[in-house]
C-alpha cells in the first residue's frame, strides 16, 4: 500500500540530546514537509523540501534541520538548540509542487523531553 | 497576522444532523487554495475537501461541501448527515500566493466537534 510511514510513534528525549525522526512515503510525490502541533494548537511549518538535495525554513525552522537526499526520505534532525521540542510531529507530502495537491500526513511522532 | 481564523469552541451535533464548522481567511493574493482536514484522535491528519479562488462553484465531496463566499474571505465547511466517526477536529488550511514552486499552507487552530448518539 503506497502513504507515508513515520517512526518512531512515540519518542523520549534527555535534555541536550539531538534525536532524528524519520519519514518515508512511497507515494512517488515530489514535495515533503515537516510540522509541529502543540496541545489545542494548528500545525505550524518547520521545514519543506520540493526536490531532492533542496530545502526551505518554514515558519519555526530554529532548532530543526533536515535533509533530503532521496526523493522517498525526509528526515527532522530536533537538536539541542530547539528550546521546547515537546509536541507531536507530522510529516507531509504532496505530488507537483506546480498545482494545487492536497497534502497526505503521516501518523506522526509524539516527542517528549524528559 | 493570523492567515486563518477558527473561532468556534467545542461543538456537539446530534448524529444525522448537519453541523457547520467556520473559517475565514486573510490574503490579498488573488490566487491562492482553500483545504480542509480531519484530525481524529488517533492524530492523522485527513484530507477533505479544496476550493481554488478561481473556482465558480462551491466544492463538494460526498457528505463535505465548503460555502465559499470569496467577498466575506470565509470557507465553511458544511457536514451533512453527522456519523459517529466524525468526531475529531477539523483543520481549515490555506495556500496562497502562485501555485508554482509554492505549495506550503498555513493551518489554522481547528474545531472540535463531538457526534453525539
Known amino acids: 500500500d503506497g502513504g507515508i510511514t513515520q517512526s518512531p510513534k512515540y519518542l523520549f528525549r534527555k535534555e541536550g540530546q539531538n534525536v532524528t525522526l524519520s519519514c518515508e512515503q512511497n507515494?512517488?510525490?515530489?514535495?515533503m514537509y515537516w510540522y509541529r502541533q502543540d496541545p489545542g494548537q494548528g500545525l505550524r511549518l518547520i521545514y519543506y523540501?520540493?526536490?531532492?538535495?533542496?530545502?526551505q525554513k518554514g515558519d519555526i525552522a530554529e532548532g530543526y534541520s533536515v535533509s533530503r537526499e532521496k526523493k522517498e526520505s525526509f528526515p527532522l534532525t530536533v537538536t539541542s538548540a530547539q528550546k521546547n521540542p515537546t509536541a507531536f510531529y507530522l510529516c507531509?507530502?504532496?505530488?507537483?509542487?506546480?498545482?494545487?495537491?492536497?497534502?497526505?500526513f503521516g501518523p506522526g511522532t509524539r516527542l517528549t523531553v524528559l | 497576522a493570523q492567515k486563518i481564523t477558527q473561532t468556534q469552541p467545542g461543538m456537539f451535533v446530534q448524529e444525522k444532523e448537519a453541523v457547520t464548522l467556520d473559517c475565514t481567511y486573510d490574503?490579498?493574493?488573488?490566487?491562492?487554495?482553500l483545504f480542509w482536514y480531519k484530525q481524529p484522535s488517533s492524530g492523522e491528519m485527513i484530507f477533505l475537501i479544496y476550493?481554488?479562488?478561481?473556482?465558480?462553484q462551491n466544492a463538494t465531496e460526498g457528505r463535505y461541501s465548503l460555502n465559499f463566499q470569496k467577498a466575506r474571505k470565509s470557507a465553511n465547511l458544511v457536514i451533512s448527515a453527522s456519523q459517529l466517526g466524525d468526531s475529531a477536529m477539523y483543520f481549515c488550511?490555506?495556500?496562497?500566493?502562485?501555485?508554482?514552486?509554492?505549495?506550503?499552507?498555513?493551518f489554522g487552530k481547528g474545531n472540535q466537534v463531538v457526534v453525539i448518539p
Open positions: 507515494l512517488n510525490h515530489d514535495a
Open positions: 523540501s520540493q526536490i531532492v538535495n533542496d530545502f
Open positions: 507531509a507530502s504532496s505530488r507537483d509542487r506546480t498545482v494545487d495537491n492536497e497534502q497526505f
Open positions: 490574503t490579498s493574493d488573488p490566487s491562492y487554495g
Open positions: 476550493q481554488g479562488s478561481y473556482d465558480q
Open positions: 488550511a490555506m495556500r496562497e500566493g502562485p501555485m508554482r514552486g509554492n505549495n506550503r499552507l498555513a
